[in-house]
């Protein structure tokens, strides 16, 4: 059974930096790609940031210059480090892992930026 186990959410001033991990256990065959997605209240699901299999990033336009997604692919591990948090920034933050037969999702971490 795969299971996503995130970590590193919490409660930071604008301003501030979190550094979010999540784990996968289990058997997943062939990765394709690890990311992170958020939920604010009241609003839809949306990419946060994602890597995919060779390296290659893409982040949201809202984050771009401020956070940044690493792997390691021994651990089948992701990380994201969010620096110069903002309000806006403030969501339920899910961990993704897409392989060649599934997608599967974290329970979520919450990320509230506030002073």
């Known amino acids: 059974q795969v299971q996503l186990v995130e970590s590193g959410g919490g409660l930071v001033q604008p301003g501030g930096s979190l550094r979010l991990s999540c784990a996968a256990s289990g058997s997943i065959f062939r990765i394709a790609a690890m990311g992170w997605y958020r939920q604010a209240p009241g609003k839809g699901r949306e990419l946060v940031a994602r890597?995919?299999?060779?390296?290659?990033?893409n982040y949201a336009d809202s984050v771009k210059g401020r956070f940044t997604i690493s792997r390691d692919n021994a651990k089948n591990t992701v990380f994201l480090q969010m620096d110069s948090l903002k309000p806006e920034d403030t969501a339920v933050y899910f961990c993704n892992v897409v392989s060649t037969d599934y997608v599967y999702w974290g329970r979520g971490t919450q990320v509230t930026v506030s002073s």
């Open positions: 890597i995919i299999n060779g390296g290659a990033t």
